[in-house]
């Protein structure tokens, strides 16, 4: 009774919305359940999802059928995930110090970034 959790893959496109549901078992992983609901050609406008009624019936009715325990992932599309090098330290670096110059340096290129959004 220890992997009771589904697992759910949610990836809303522009013209549908697919989910899958596995259950960790003794053997792998077993199928639970499959979705796919279609959805109007704008769902996705310029690659920023837009609310609809049709969208929000969908998810509720697939809220519906899932179980309490379950554990959603959902799919972005590659173009609106933020992927950037860091810059290395000029010195090596140990933890805590390590842990320190890495939120500070991605507070700075998020920081550049959200600043550049709005302009």
């Known amino acids: 009774m220890a992997f009771q959790t589904w ?3 949610l990836d809303i496109q522009n013209t549908q919305l697919c989910a899958l549901a ?3 078992r003794c053997g792998g992983w077993q ?8 959805l109007s050609q704008d769902t996705l406008r310029n690659g920023v999802l837009q609310s ?11 809220k519906q059928q899932l179980p309490r325990r379950s554990s ?4 972005l599309p590659d173009r609106l995930l933020l992927q950037r090098p860091l810059p290395l330290p000029t010195q090596r670096l140990q933890e805590p110090e390590l842990a320190r110059y890495v939120t500070a340096a991605a507070q700075r ?3 550049r970034r959200a600043g550049g959004v709005g302009a």
């Open 52 to 62: 609809s009624p049709a969208l929000l019936a969908a998810l509720r009715k697939l």
């Open 22 to 24: 596995i259950q960790r």
């Open 31 to 38: 199928l639970r359940r499959w979705w796919q609901q279609e």
């Open 7 to 9: 697992q759910v893959g």
């Open 109 to 111: 290129l998020f920081s």
């Open 72 to 75: 959603l992932r959902v799919a």
